[in-house]
């Protein structure tokens, strides 16, 4: 089946720093969607990406859609503390549109 | 109501019991989802309605767990003879459709439903 692989798995920055996570996956996906989850907390929807290629920016965080609609990638400049929580990218993909999978998650830890 | 609800927060079981789950979606949304965290994992897909009808449920990982939406609103997890690998955070969240043009089809998590199996 479908599985979506993310890395790293931890990430620890000083305040100010930047901060890259990688989604990569094993079949070809039809969209993209990025998700944070603040400790404690549910994940809550970030951003759509679905066009092939596709940049599109929130603020100080920009996602990115591969060429190959295989691979994404989160990037947050000048990491602030309320930057901190696990971000997960979700793909829908294969012959389930509907079906969601996530992946594994990057932890962010930011010290002030 | 405003957002996802779930049912109970918290459930401490033993094993070999049996286990209800409930979620009650956002008003109007015709997709509900069922996800399975434990603690430092990405939610793992376990079933989708898309109104009534179980749209995909290959993520239910074997017989002991069956989930409905016989209304197309509220859904009822179940999970037969609990073990305590079933022990996680059971999180609900429901879209207003699947994606499709002006909709995104993003989901809208509940606060989860915490099980621990004894």
């Known amino acids: 089946g479908q599985q979506v692989m993310q890395i790293p798995q931890y990430q620890h920055v000083q305040e100010g720093e930047d901060f890259t996570t990688y989604c990569n996956s094993s079949t070809t996906l039809s969209n993209i969607q990025w998700y944070k989850q603040r400790p404690g907390g549910h994940p809550v929807f970030l951003i759509q990406l679905v066009k092939s290629g596709e940049v599109k920016k929130q603020k100080r965080l920009t996602f990115q859609f591969g060429e190959a609609k295989k691979n994404s990638s989160l990037h947050i400049t000048a990491t602030q503390t309320t930057d901190v929580g696990t971000y997960f990218c979700?793909?829908?993909?294969?012959?389930?549109?509907?079906?969601?999978?996530f992946g594994q998650g990057t932890i962010l830890t930011v010290h002030p | 109501g405003a957002g996802v609800s779930q049912t109970p927060s918290n459930k401490v079981t033993e094993k070999g019991k049996y286990v209800e789950l409930r979620c009650d979606p956002i008003?109007?949304?015709?997709?509900l989802y069922w996800y399975r965290q434990s603690l430092g994992q990405g939610p793992e897909f376990l079933i989708y309605?898309?109104?009534?009808?179980?749209?995909?449920d290959s993520g239910l990982p074997n017989d002991r767990f069956f989930a409905v939406r016989p209304e197309g609103s509220v859904s009822t997890l179940k999970i037969q003879r609990t073990e305590r690998g079933d022990s996680a955070v059971y999180l609900c969240?429901?879209?207003?459709?699947?994606?499709?043009?002006?909709?995104?089809?993003?989901?809208?998590f509940g606060e989860g439903s915490r099980l621990t199996v004894l």
């Open positions: 969240a429901s879209s207003l459709d699947l994606p499709g043009p002006g909709n995104t089809g993003e989901l809208f």
């Open positions: 008003s109007g949304h015709t997709a």
């Open positions: 979700a793909g829908r993909g294969g012959t389930s549109y509907g079906k969601l999978t």
């Open positions: 309605f898309q109104g009534t009808g179980a749209a995909d």
